[in-house]
């Protein structure tokens, strides 16, 4: 797998008590929602996209730490002071996604913009990474001696 997880059987486990804890108090969690994402192979690159609608793009921060991008927004609460909640389906607080970068990617180069409530990461491949063809000689026949 290209892309993998810190800990799969952790984020699994947040991901169903997130959908547990949604649908039993209605959302009321403050936070610690999912962040999905799509991860795309292509030729030169590796394309993340983090869907974060809602978000302000200020408060996306996007980190590389020894192979580690983090990812880590925050939509806040938009009330005035006479609303009243009857319905709360939309997870507010603070949102962060862990995922593995491999060795064969350039952490140094990653490009990211914002645009329509999705966050677009391009990190390119390195150049010893990618598929190269290997040129097969002929020519004549030597006797190997021993």
């Known amino acids: 797998m290209?892309?993998?997880?810190?800990?799969?059987f952790v984020q699994e486990f947040e991901r169903q008590f997130d959908r547990i804890a949604r649908s039993a108090f209605g959302a009321t969690d403050g936070g610690?929602?999912?962040m999905p994402?799509?991860?795309?192979?292509?030729?030169?690159?590796?394309?993340?996209?983090?869907?974060l609608p809602g978000v302000d793009p200020d408060s996306i921060d996007v980190?590389?730490?020894?192979?580690?991008?983090?990812?880590?927004?925050?939509?806040?609460?938009?009330?005035?002071?006479?609303?009243r909640v009857f319905v709360r389906e939309r997870t507010m607080g603070q949102f962060t996604r862990r995922v593995y970068l491999p060795e064969h990617l350039d952490s140094e180069r990653i490009?990211?913009?914002?645009?329509?409530?999705v966050l677009t990461l391009r990190i390119p491949v390195l150049e010893q990474a990618k598929p190269r063809k290997i040129e097969i000689r002929s020519g004549e026949r030597r006797a190997i001696k021993a």
Not at 40 to 50: A, G, P
């Open 111 to 117: 490009e990211a913009g914002y645009h329509n409530g």
């Open 32 to 34: 610690g929602g999912v």
């Open 63 to 83: 980190t590389v730490d020894r192979g580690v991008l983090t990812v880590s927004a925050r939509r806040e609460e938009e009330l005035g002071d006479d609303d």
């Open 37 to 51: 994402l799509d991860g795309v192979r292509r030729k030169d690159d590796v394309v993340l996209r983090f869907d």
């Open 2 to 8: 290209l892309l993998t997880s810190i800990d799969p």
